[in-house]
């Protein structure tokens, strides 16, 4: 997993409320059996039209947001499907940090997992960021997550708050399952138990 | 010791090891596996030279991708889907978890035939990489969906690192007016709380009406827990739950059943313990519920009209107005009104047989609408054979239904069973979202006596005129 510890990048507006996975990617890309190659089919139903030409109003497409690494997003990002192909798309898209005021829970936990890094602010640091973020190429957004806060292009401060474990492995770009396999001691332990206790489990 | 949940009891019979910060490693008695978030977790697996640590507690199904004609054994057209169905095959053979193939009778979506076969049981922590695997809470299990990236650290350490969520209490009281299913509950409740209003949270679904259920009600309540953002909804076992449980393949047996049933009894939320956060609705203000957006929480009664966006605050009112837009509904419009094209009744929320037999007693006798896409899908292969033993098959294709084999079919449509642009459903799947049933297509979510009696109209329809 590649490390994060700060970006300064594009960030572009995405305000709609509850963008749900399926639109994050849709259906007809979960058929692959690898991780990589998903970005060019990021918020396709938005993004292309039926006949695959570029729909000139999506945000993404605009030439003002070309190279955008940061999405300021509505409230309940990355609602509805576990699929993780959610982050691999929007990571292939080039995208390392979603602000929003919240997140789904299944797809929060995968943005960490991929060195994604969510953060939720209030409804008013949101709409600080949304305008900043209106800017396009113009401005550029400061994400540093070491010391938890977000600058925008105007120099305003904005601190957010991580869970510390999660903040650990993404700045050091840690396998999750290196380090459980550190405690197999305790999870051999646990089973032996609990086959006496729970046989029938 | 102080007074539990009992979502609470279950998490602190789970952690295998508590760090200074009070991140845990839960232990996961079941892992469930389909073929769309499961590759490439095996391949990490591969890649780093682990095996899966538990194999007789991972159970494979493919789902997802399966052809739901009679002709699917002949090979699978989409190249992509069959190399995803063979993928799976191929890691559950070479990593010796539990397995049935699409050719097996047992064979169907991962969380019908979980409690079909006896995998699902009180007390255990249950993951899939699976949003809707909140459907085993209905067993007074802890049961929620992961990533794949979760789904390799399960396969390799048979845990989870976590951290414990908050505690909701969803009451519902008294009884259900007649029509009024668990489905109109579930979606009542999203409707009430919106699909964010339980994020952080794990639901407990409790009160009168809902321990009249049966263990299919309960499922159908607890499938939909995540579209109202909770981690997991639950509901604690009872009697209904251990006579569905006795007798099922992988349930014990004989003085171990005995001792199961004496561990299951004390799991239930302490009357004394704290909810940080408690919804009531009474059963009898529930009524037979559709969706009308492209948002769980967007229900209404079948008597009301279709709102406009200024009827909504903040955020709501472009969501709803984009909503509108999408479905093709005007504002005022009777919801009675509108007319359908199709038709779905199964899915991992209704697939089961008394979702078949509730939809069969609407149909009976009568004939659907003509020129509707129309088709029943059971949610598993045992479920289609019962149905065909009950005369629930025969009913269902008198009247001009499509009858079908086992899958998640037009929920979502990865397999060939997708809506075209602007084709409107009456569907009794989870998901209502922008492109779920097919690009540009129009999904009414409803139960499965709902979307019969649509079937018959060729119209959003109260089935209480029906029936």
């Known amino acids: 997993m590649e490390k994060f510890r700060k970006i300064t990048a594009i960030a572009a507006p995405m305000p709609l409320i509850n963008i749900d996975t399926d639109m994050i990617i849709p259906k007809q890309f979960l058929k692959t059996i690898k991780r990589s190659g998903l970005g060019i089919s990021a918020f396709h139903e938005m993004r292309y039209h039926l006949d695959g030409s570029d729909n000139p109003n999506f945000i993404l497409n605009k030439e003002a947001y070309q190279g955008v690494n940061i999405l300021v997003a509505g409230d309940n990002f990355g609602c509805g499907s576990s699929r993780e192909h959610a982050p691999w798309a929007l990571l292939d898209f080039g995208i390392r940090c979603v602000i929003s005021t919240s997140f789904a829970d299944i797809f929060y936990n995968n943005c960490f997992k991929n060195g994604i890094l969510p953060v939720v602010l209030t409804e008013d640091e949101l709409l600080l960021l949304m305008k900043d973020a209106e800017k396009g190429s113009n401005a550029r957004m400061v994400v540093d997550l070491e010391n938890q806060h977000i600058q925008t292009s105007d120099g305003e401060v904005i601190t957010f708050d991580v869970d510390q474990h999660r903040k650990h492995c993404l700045i050091n770009g840690l396998d999750d399952i290196g380090l459980t396999l550190e405690k197999v001691t305790s999870i051999d332990a646990f089973e032996t138990q609990m086959a006496q206790s729970t046989p029938w489990v | ?467």
């Open chain 2, 1 to 467: 010791m102080a007074p539990r949940t009992l979502y609470d009891k279950i998490w602190n019979a789970h952690v295998a090891h508590e760090a200074a910060d009070g991140t845990c490693l839960l232990y996961i008695d079941r892992h469930l596996v389909h073929e769309v978030t499961s590759p490439q977790a095996f391949e990490g697996l591969r890649m780093t030279g682990r095996k899966v640590r538990a194999p007789e507690k991972t159970i494979a199904v493919p789902d997802h991708n399966v052809p739901t004609t009679l002709d699917r054994l002949k090979g699978i057209d989409n190249e992509e889907s069959r190399i995803q169905i063979d993928a799976l095959d191929t890691n559950a053979r070479e990593f010796g978890v539990v397995y049935y193939p699409v050719d097996d009778v047992r064979q169907g979506i991962v969380h019908i035939i979980g409690p079909e076969q006896g995998w699902t049981l009180p007390g255990m922590t249950i993951v899939c990489g699976d949003s809707h695997t909140a459907t085993h809470g209905a067993f007074g299990s802890l049961a929620h969906g992961i990533g794949t990236s979760e789904v390799e650290h399960v396969l390799a350490t048979q845990t989870l690192i976590q951290k414990k969520s908050k505690n909701m209490k969803v009451e519902i009281t008294g009884q259900l007016s007649p029509c009024v299913t668990a489905k109109d509950i579930t979606l009542a409740v999203i409707g009430e709380t919106g699909t964010a209003g339980g994020t952080g949270y794990v639901i407990e679904y409790c009160g009168e009406a809902i321990r009249s259920l049966s263990m299919e009600g309960r499922m159908t309540v607890c499938n939909m827990a995540i579209e109202g953002g909770a981690r997991a909804g639950m509901i604690a076992p009872d009697d209904t739950t251990f006579e569905y449980c006795h007798g099922r393949p992988n349930a014990p047996t004989g003085e171990t059943w005995g001792a199961a049933v004496a561990y299951w009894k004390t799991l239930f939320s302490d009357s004394t313990a704290h909810f940080d956060k408690i919804i009531t609705m009474k059963g009898e203000d529930i009524a037979p519920v559709v969706t009308w957006g492209t948002s769980p929480e967007d229900v209404l009664p079948i008597t009301a009209s279709v709102p406009a966006a200024s009827d909504f605050n903040g955020g709501k009112v472009a969501a709803a107005q984009r909503s509108l837009e999408y479905m093709g509904l005007t504002p005022g419009t009777r919801l009675q009104d509108v007319t359908i094209d199709a038709v779905f009744i199964g899915s991992c929320t209704n697939g089961r047989i008394e979702d078949l037999r509730a939809a069969a007693k609407v149909v009976e006798g009568k004939k659907i609408q003509d020129g509707l896409i129309a088709m029943v899908v059971p949610g598993s292969g045992l479920v289609r054979l019962q149905a065909e033993q009950e005369g629930l098959a025969d009913i269902f294709k008198d009247a001009g239904f499509e009858w079908r084999l086992a899958g998640c079919s037009m929920c979502l449509g990865m397999n060939p069973d997708q809506l075209g642009p602007q084709v409107r459903c009456a569907s009794t799947s989870n998901r209502n979202f922008e492109g779920r049933q097919g690009r540009e297509s129009r999904t009414h979510l409803m139960s499965p006596a709902m979307a019969a009696a649509a079937a018959l109209t060729g119209k959003l329809t109260d089935v209480r005129e029906i029936l």
